[in-house]
């Protein structure tokens, strides 16, 4: 959380409307930034439309404005920054290679190797053929002199800037168009007057800074025209919107308290992951979320870094501009930095959140993703290495085909994103077929027919085949916790918390069943020695019980088969204990009257008869003992 209020406090939802409202005013009028084609339509804005738009002298009205209004855009909200200034940049003459054309010097496109950095007299005078008539001091303070002299990067204190045709260095020939209208037009017309820009002049450059007190936001603008050897002109917009001033108001109280936490943090991290890698050395990095812990402390440690490189930067910038508020005060580093910083956060937090992942490792679907690329990883080099060859024949017939009449294949680069764009669904059938009636169209069939059908098809196979044998083990596999329990089981860990315990899903364990040889038998109510047939009947009903009873426990603890055996191995032992029993009533005849001894014996007789029957009916079933038990004694 911490790192996303960093990375949304560097940003400002408002700094669209900023980049809305320079494009309305600079780029998008009649004569703006957009309409500039040739040298002469670019004087025509500067004239027309930067130059009135930077340094308004009157108002809507026609109210002439005071010297403290004149500061500001004609927005009326966005306030000037030190001056504006024009910045070029140009290329060394050399020997035509062609003998006999019309001209003997020829210049070539833009590079570092060909810059021309000499110093020029107005009119690109060379310093040789006409001897200077300026002193030191007109060097110093006179821009219409300055104008001609180069400056390098580190004095502009500029930087490298990707334009659409070539990169061009911080520096070059600076003309700065002074703090009102009045010195601006006069610089204007002596640029225009002695040929500033000529046929050596590669990209130039018209820069200037804001700042709106409104919102708190700096916009920094650039607003480039390249000039190639081809003729006609290039143009390129950049509009920058940063906030230098952060410990504004409450919003600032709190930005400063988000550092703070991450600062600790940051520290407390660095300490505990030194520690773990002093005590597991090399095993450390075994771990992959060790590696990626890692991976997250190195970026963190660079945006701090860059933050504080940033601060630094920003208070010298700001010392230059409040030293003197006549000179243009560059702005490109700060920005610079500001936008690397912003990236290298962005990137810190996306892999912060990708960590969360980590708590969720514990859900077996969650490592789905992983395992499908982890499973098919043997066929990703083939299918690569068939996919680079496509691609890169498509991409040579492109450019050569293409290159000259459409933009989207100018360079080997380009023609890459136009392809891989075409892939993704791009429409680029109209401009192929205006190209190449006949050629156009059947590259655009045979391109889309090619990914469409082949390679994204083997792709999607390859991660089908993968899915299914990742979702078999996955179904295999069981959740060892609940996420939610997890997670305030540790935060009630660490705070200290004594939360609800929700009631577990487990089931309880099953009791382990008792073998049917450990089950004692149930006491007898009746003395053996007694031959009634009350207590014969006793028995019967106390075994029925008990054999009732040992099927209802052991049928829930082990199977049906198992149970019956289990039961027929006890009924086995039912006819030893009736000759045990039969033993102890023919010992104790003598004591029994005459006239009772032939009911005893009838009884003894009945008892026997009804026990073996009980006992063959035992090892046919096991679960109606009682019925079997229970019959003769009905006979």
């Not at 500061?71 to 001056?83: A, I, K, N, W």
């Not at 660079?302 to 006549?326: C, G, I, P, W």
């Not at 059908?453 to 990742?470: K, M, P």
């Amino acid at each position: 959380m911490v790192l996303l209020f960093l990375c949304h406090g560097n940003r400002d939802v408002k700094g669209l409307r900023i980049t809305q409202q320079m494009k309305s005013t600079f780029v998008q009028p009649k004569f703006g930034f957009d309409s500039v084609t040739s040298v002469d339509y670019f004087w025509r804005f500067a004239n027309e439309i930067l130059l009135p738009s930077i340094y308004p002298t009157h108002w809507y009205n026609g109210d002439k404005k005071n010297w403290r209004n004149r500061h500001f855009l004609t927005d009326e909200q966005s306030y000037r920054v030190g001056p504006a200034r024009l910045r070029q940049l140009r290329v060394q003459e050399h020997k035509c290679p062609l003998v006999g054309t019309a001209t003997k010097n020829c210049r070539g496109h833009f590079d570092f190797n060909h810059e021309e950095t000499r110093d020029f007299l107005p009119g690109w005078r060379s310093f040789s053929d006409h001897p200077s008539n300026y002193s030191d001091d007109d060097l110093i303070d006179d821009p219409t002199v300055i104008a001609w002299q180069y400056q390098s990067g580190f004095e502009l204190r500029g930087v490298p800037f990707i334009g659409d045709l070539s990169v061009y260095p911080g520096g070059g020939y600076s003309a700065e168009l002074g703090v009102n209208f009045e010195s601006g037009k006069f610089v204007l017309s002596s640029l225009f007057n002695h040929s500033w820009i000529d046929h050596q002049t590669r990209a130039v450059f018209a820069e200037f800074t804001v700042y709106n007190p409104n919102i708190n936001l700096f916009t920094s603008v650039q607003l480039l025209t390249e000039f190639p050897p081809v003729g006609a002109a290039v143009t390129y917009t950049s509009i920058l919107t940063f906030r230098l001033y952060q410990y504004l108001g409450a919003y600032g109280t709190i930005m400063i308290l988000a550092q703070v936490i991450f600062v600790i943090r940051l520290l407390v991290l660095t300490f505990s992951t030194i520690r773990l890698l002093a005590k597991q050395r090399f095993k450390f990095f075994q771990d992959p979320w060790n590696s990626f812990e890692t991976l997250i402390l190195c970026l963190d440690w660079t945006v701090a870094s860059l933050y504080a490189f940033q601060v630094v930067l920003t208070n010298f910038t700001m010392d230059a501009f409040h030293e003197n508020k006549r000179k243009y005060v560059n702005f490109q580093q700060v920005t610079m930095i500001g936008y690397i910083f912003g990236t290298m956060l962005s990137i810190s937090a996306f892999f912060g959140i990708i960590r969360f992942l980590k708590l969720l490792r514990f859900n077996k679907r969650i490592g789905m993703l992983t395992s499908v690329l982890k499973n098919s990883a043997k066929q990703w080099p083939g299918f690569f290495v068939m996919a680079a060859v496509f691609f890169i024949s498509f991409i040579h017939i492109g450019y050569v085909v293409f290159s000259a009449f459409l933009e989207d294949f100018k360079t080997i680069l380009s023609s890459m994103e136009t392809m891989f764009s075409l892939m993704m669904g791009r429409p680029l059938y109209k401009q192929l077929l205006s190209s190449y009636r006949i050629f156009g169209p059947f590259f655009y069939f045979v391109f889309c027919f090619t990914a469409a059908f082949i390679i994204i098809n083997v792709l999607i196979a390859i991660i089908n085949e993968s899915y299914g044998l990742t979702l078999e083990v996955v179904k295999q596999k069981k959740n060892d916790y609940e996420i939610i329990d997890f997670m305030l089981k540790r935060f009630a860990k660490w705070s200290g918390i004594k939360f609800f315990q929700p009631p577990s899903k487990e089931k309880p364990p099953k009791p382990e069943p008792m073998s049917p040889s450990k089950v004692p038998l149930p006491p007898l109510t009746y003395n053996v020695s007694e031959p009634y047939r009350e207590n014969l009947i006793d028995f019967q009903k106390t075994l029925d019980k008990y054999l009732y009873d040992l099927e209802m426990k052991y049928s829930k603890h082990m199977p049906l088969e198992e149970f019956r055996d289990e039961v027929m191995a006890e009924m086995d032992k039912v006819s030893s204990r009736n000759q045990i029993i039969q033993r102890e009533i023919f010992r104790n005849r003598k004591y029994i009257p005459r006239q009772a001894h032939s009911r005893s014996l009838s009884l003894q007789q009945g008892s026997q008869s009804t026990l073996s029957k009980s006992t063959g009916s035992g090892q046919a079933s096991s679960k109606s003992g009682s019925k079997y038990l229970a019959q003769p004694a009905k006979k």
